[in-house]
């Protein structure tokens, strides 16, 4: 839309001013981009008439050429509504630079902060005026850049600092797993202390969270509650891949009044692709390494009643010795199901006790019924070799059962059973994109009629 300053700026023929100005408007970033977009496009393709024409004499000039001045000092030309001396600026409060006098107007502005967050503005088109858009960061020190002209083009710039208030309320963020190796199904956790429940919020926390994987996946966070969310790539990941987690969330604004804290980053590495694919119904487990088939083991699952659960697991802990208590799953001591057993080689793929574990006392159904309470159940030599081969974040899969599905969320790593299209709709920064294109897309301009 096209403000009252425009037409008042804009003259019939170009000035050095103006060209100046389009010249400015192309290398600023997020200030003046989005205001008047089909006039400065407009403007830019006259430009390129006018320096057709003009031919070699577009690019040099006399020294007296507004366009080759160095900028002069700005302090007089504009006034800012910072913080007094030894003083920090309120973080609820709007930056504002506005020009002194006629004989002046903003043409860029930049405030970046220590971190290297920049601050969101907005321009007037008459150039007397910018105000902040953005939240101010919590506890920063900032910079600022002015850039100016007077009625005869001539450039002038003003730089300026300032610190900003501490948060008076912190969002702590929890990064996991820890450091360490995984295999190819570990997701990244970020637990949250306090909940985010706005969409800005949660936006603000996702894009604060930066995942980089060598080689590189495409990958995307999925919110499980209000302060959890959970970050899993397309596919699983490479094998070899080394990942790094980093919070930028140190004073970015999450909620009226809360803002984040400083966080350590944190590095994980790939190891194989191992899978284990139990079928309850063949009674067989075959695990797989990089594609290749390394064992074949035979097992019971769960009898029924007690069907072990469908769908991909995640490994998430080995223990050598478990003592296994029928009570602690709902089984009352004294019943025909009850039991409290020493466990051996236990590989736990759920919170509520699923195990992949030694089972000597069902040897003789091994291969040939299902007569679990749940848990696959092996020899002592295969659960041996099974415990040796395997490690947190591989896969453990199970199919033909008459138990349920395994769920995402809630009693392990079960993101792996929900499709993607559907993971990256519980991504507040990627809901209701396309896949392929980025949150930045959408801000793009583009060609208008004028």
Same mark, same amino acid.
């Given at each position: 839309?096209?403000?009252?300053?425009?037409?008042?700026?804009?003259?019939?023929?170009?000035?050095?001013?103006?060209?100046?100005?389009?010249?400015?408007?192309?290398?600023?970033?997020?200030?003046?981009?989005?205001?008047?977009?089909?006039?400065?496009?407009?403007?830019?393709?006259?430009?390129?008439?006018?320096?057709?024409?003009?031919?070699?004499?577009?690019?040099?000039?006399?020294?007296?050429?507004?366009?080759?001045?160095?900028?002069?000092?700005?302090?007089?030309?504009?006034?800012?509504?910072?913080?007094?001396?030894?003083?920090?600026?309120?973080?609820?409060? =709007?930056?504002?630079?506005?020009?002194?006098?006629?004989?002046?107007?903003?043409?860029?502005?930049?405030?970046?902060?220590?971190?290297?967050?920049?601050?969101?503005?907005?321009?007037?088109?008459?150039?007397?005026?910018?105000?902040?858009?953005?939240?101010?960061?919590?506890?920063?020190?900032?910079?600022?850049?002015?850039?100016?002209?007077?009625?005869?083009?001539? =450039?002038?710039?003003?730089?300026?600092?300032?610190?900003?208030?501490?948060?008076?309320?912190?969002?702590?963020?929890?990064?996991?797993?820890?450091?360490?190796?995984?295999?190819?199904?570990?997701?990244?956790?970020?637990?949250?202390?306090? =909940?985010?429940?706005?969409?800005?919020?949660?936006?603000?926390?996702?894009?604060?969270?930066?995942?980089?994987?060598?080689?590189?996946?495409?990958?995307?966070?999925?919110?499980?509650?209000?302060?959890?969310?959970?970050?899993?790539?397309?596919?699983?990941?490479?094998?070899?891949?080394?990942?790094?987690?980093?919070?930028?969330?140190?004073?970015?604004?999450?909620?009226?009044?809360?803002?984040?804290?400083?966080?350590?980053?944190?590095?994980?590495?790939?190891?194989?692709?191992?899978?284990?694919?139990?079928?309850?119904?063949?009674?067989?487990?075959?695990?797989?390494?990089?594609?290749?088939?390394?064992?074949?083991?035979?097992?019971?699952?769960?009898?029924?009643?007690?069907?072990?659960?469908?769908?991909?697991?995640?490994?998430?802990?080995?223990?050598?010795?478990?003592?296994?208590?029928?009570?602690?799953?709902?089984? =009352?001591?004294?019943? #025909?199901? #009850?039991?409290?057993?020493?466990?051996?080689?236990?590989?736990?793929?759920?919170?509520?006790?699923?195990?992949?574990?030694?089972?000597?006392?069902?040897?003789?159904?091994?291969?040939?019924?299902?007569?679990?309470?749940?848990?696959?159940?092996?020899?002592?030599?295969?659960?041996?070799?099974?415990?040796?081969?395997?490690?947190?974040?591989?896969?453990?899969?199970?199919?033909?059962?008459?138990? #349920?599905?395994?769920?995402?969320?809630?009693?392990?790593?079960?993101?792996?059973?929900?499709?993607?299209?559907?993971?990256?709709?519980?991504?507040?920064?990627?809901?209701?994109?396309?896949?392929?294109?980025?949150?930045?897309?959408?801000?793009?301009?583009?060609?208008?009629?004028?």
């Amino acid at each position: 839309m096209k403000g009252p300053a425009d037409s008042e700026r804009s003259p019939p023929g170009l000035s050095f001013a103006l060209i100046r100005r389009a010249a400015l408007d192309t290398s600023s970033y997020g200030v003046l981009m989005s205001h008047t977009p089909s006039f400065r496009i407009a403007l830019s393709c006259s430009l390129l008439v006018v320096a057709a024409g003009a031919g070699a004499a577009g690019c040099g000039g006399p020294d007296g050429h507004p366009l080759s001045a160095q900028p002069y000092d700005a302090a007089q030309q504009v006034a800012f509504n910072g913080p007094a001396e030894n003083r920090k600026a309120a973080l609820d409060k =709007p930056l504002a630079i506005t020009t002194k006098g006629e004989d002046a107007r903003i043409t860029d502005v930049t405030a970046v902060d220590e971190a290297g967050h920049y601050l969101a503005g907005r321009l007037a088109a008459d150039g007397t005026r910018w105000r902040s858009t953005g939240a101010l960061a919590a506890g920063a020190r900032y910079t600022v850049r002015v850039a100016t002209e007077n009625g005869d083009g001539a =450039p002038g710039v003003r730089t300026l600092t300032f610190e900003t208030a501490p948060a008076k309320q912190s969002l702590k963020v929890e990064l996991g797993p820890e450091a360490g190796k995984y295999g190819v199904g570990q997701p990244l956790t970020a637990k949250l202390s306090a =909940p985010v429940t706005s969409k800005e919020g949660r936006a603000a926390v996702e894009r604060a969270l930066k995942v980089r994987s060598e080689p590189a996946v495409t990958g995307a966070w999925h919110w499980v509650d209000d302060k959890q969310l959970h970050y899993r790539p397309k596919e699983y990941w490479p094998t070899g891949a080394t990942v790094t987690l980093t919070s930028n969330l140190a004073g970015v604004r999450v909620a009226k009044g809360l803002y984040g804290t400083t966080t350590a980053p944190l590095k994980i590495t790939i190891g194989d692709r191992v899978e284990a694919i139990t079928d309850a119904a063949a009674h067989r487990m075959t695990v797989l390494r990089n594609g290749e088939v390394i064992n074949t083991i035979p097992v019971t699952s769960g009898k029924p009643g007690f069907a072990t659960r469908n769908g991909v697991k995640v490994v998430l802990e080995k223990q050598y010795f478990v003592r296994m208590r029928s009570t602690t799953v709902g089984i =009352p001591d004294g019943t #025909s199901d #009850s039991y409290d057993l020493p466990v051996y080689y236990a590989t736990r793929v759920t919170w509520s006790g699923e195990y992949v574990h030694a089972a000597p006392w069902s040897v003789g159904s091994q291969g040939y019924a299902n007569v679990s309470h749940g848990c696959v159940g092996m020899s002592t030599s295969n659960a041996a070799w099974f415990y040796e081969n395997i490690q947190r974040g591989d896969i453990v899969k199970v199919v033909n059962s008459m138990g #349920s599905e395994m769920t995402p969320f809630g009693n392990g790593f079960g993101e792996w059973n929900m499709a993607w299209p559907e993971w990256r709709q519980g991504s507040t920064v990627l809901a209701g994109t396309r896949e392929g294109s980025t949150p930045a897309d959408g801000a793009r301009l583009r060609p208008k009629a004028l």
